[in-house]
């Protein structure tokens, strides 16, 4: 199942990254809605998933290891310039720090593939995960695709699209080989739970306050797409 997993969550992400390719100008308000939804489904899944897989597997300091992750995820950011938050904050008439984005978004993205390769104790987990996650790197690859063609051209773009969207499968197939084969990989890759959890939590919670006003007031039609990610995370719950 893994691979099978892996294959479709690297199919999707292409599909999803080849939008731009042939769309000019994406809706911006819908862009926003889909990050609402995204956020808001994949904090849910590291709430009602990963962080009690986290706790039930008794990581020592798994407390102290989410904090790590938060600010980790912060460190990031700066290199990304919060590209994992579906935009950038790159004011017109910058220029584009291609390189430094995509090595920011490809070590987030090996992040979000080590939990995909862990035995969890539950089986609805790993499903829910790679949901949370799929959802969650379709904006970032529609952002990849749409950067590198700015600097670069299309086919270009394609390269780096397929590229990116190779990264989180191929975290979650050595984690998961080296976990069957190793003992102390999975213990170690149990520490690195926290970590990814805290990281989860910095970017979902930073695209609901970035998908606001400034007065941090929210439009109904968020709301209700936040409302549809948090109800779409707790129906996973059925699978259990």
Known sequence: ???????????????????????RQLDEKRMLYLLAFSGSFLLSITFLHLLPET????????????????????????????????????????SIPLASIFTGLAIHAFMEGLPLGFPYQQESTILSLYMAITVHKLPEA????????????????????????????????????????????????????????????????????????????VSWQKALAMLLGVGTGLLTLAFE
């Open 1 to 23: 199942m893994l691979y099978l997993f892996n294959a479709i969550l690297f199919v999707l992400t292409v599909i999803g990254g080849s939008v731009p390719l042939w769309i």
């Open 55 to 94: 706790f039930e597997s008794h990581v020592n300091y798994a407390g102290p290891l989410l904090l790590v992750g938060f600010f980790l995820q912060l460190l990031i950011q700066r290199m990304t310039h919060g590209a994992e938050h579906g935009h950038t904050h790159i004011h017109e008439g910058q």
């Open 142 to 217: 529609m952002l990849v695709t749409s950067i590198a063609m700015q600097v670069k051209n299309k086919k270009v773009a394609f390269i780096q699209l397929l590229f990116f969207a190779l990264i989180t499968p191929v975290a979650s197939t050595l984690t998961g080989i080296m976990s069957a084969r190793y003992a102390n990989i999975s213990t170690t890759v149990s520490y690195l739970l926290p970590v990814v959890a805290g990281a989860f939590i910095h970017i979902a919670t930073t695209i609901f306050f970035e998908s606001g006003t400034r007065q941090h007031k």
